[in-house]
C-alpha cells in the first residue's frame, strides 16, 4: 500500500496520483506527463509501483502553469522561463542570507536584477500584443457601428460587415 492509497498521517502531506492531480486542475494526465517532460513539474514522489506521486506544491503550480498558458497566454517555453526565474530567485536568496561577502551579495544582486529585467521585457511584450489585439477589436466595433449608423440614417452600408475586415 502506498501513501497515496492511505489516509495522510497529521505530519505527512497527502499525495495524490495523477488522475486526481487531473481531476483536481482540469488538466489531462497527458499534459501533467508532458510538462514534465519539458521540466516544468517534476512530482513530489513515486509510488511503491512507480505512481507519480503529487503535493499540494505540485498542484498549485500546475495550476499556475494552467493560468499562465489559458488566461495570459503565455507559451510553455515562456512559462518555463519564468518558473525557473522564480526558482533562481528563492536560489538567490537562500545563498545572499548565507553570505556576509559585498562583493558575492553584489554579484548576486546584479544577476537577479537582470533576471527580473528579463520577466519585465517578457511581460511588456506580451502586454503590448494584447493591447494591439485590443485596439484590433475596437477597430472592428467602431466599423460595425458605422454599419448599425447607416442603417439607422436609412442608407445602405457600403458592404457586407460580415466580409472583410469587420
Do not use: N, W
Request: charged content about 35%; cysteine-free; aromatic content about 4%.
Amino acid at each position: 500500500m502506498t501513501r497515496a492509497d492511505t489516509p495522510a498521517a497529521p505530519d505527512l502531506p497527502r499525495l495524490l496520483r495523477i488522475q486526481e492531480v487531473a481531476a483536481e486542475t482540469g488538466l489531462t494526465p497527458r499534459a501533467i506527463r508532458y510538462y514534465e517532460e519539458l521540466g516544468l513539474l517534476a512530482p513530489a514522489a513515486r509510488s511503491e509501483g512507480a505512481y507519480r506521486l503529487y503535493d499540494a506544491d505540485d498542484l498549485e503550480r500546475l495550476r499556475f502553469i494552467r493560468g499562465l498558458r489559458d488566461d495570459a497566454g503565455f507559451s510553455l517555453a515562456e512559462i518555463g522561463q519564468l518558473l525557473e526565474d522564480e526558482a533562481a530567485r528563492v536560489r538567490v536568496r537562500a545563498r545572499f542570507r548565507a553570505t556576509p561577502d559585498p562583493d558575492e551579495r553584489r554579484e548576486m544582486l546584479t544577476e537577479a536584477i537582470a533576471r527580473v529585467d528579463r520577466q519585465v521585457a517578457t511581460l511588456r511584450t506580451k502586454a503590448s500584443r494584447l493591447e494591439a489585439m485590443i485596439g484590433e477589436a475596437m477597430a472592428r466595433r467602431a466599423h460595425l457601428e458605422g454599419h448599425l449608423r447607416d442603417l439607422r440614417d436609412g442608407r445602405p452600408p457600403e458592404h457586407d460587415p460580415g466580409a472583410g475586415r469587420s
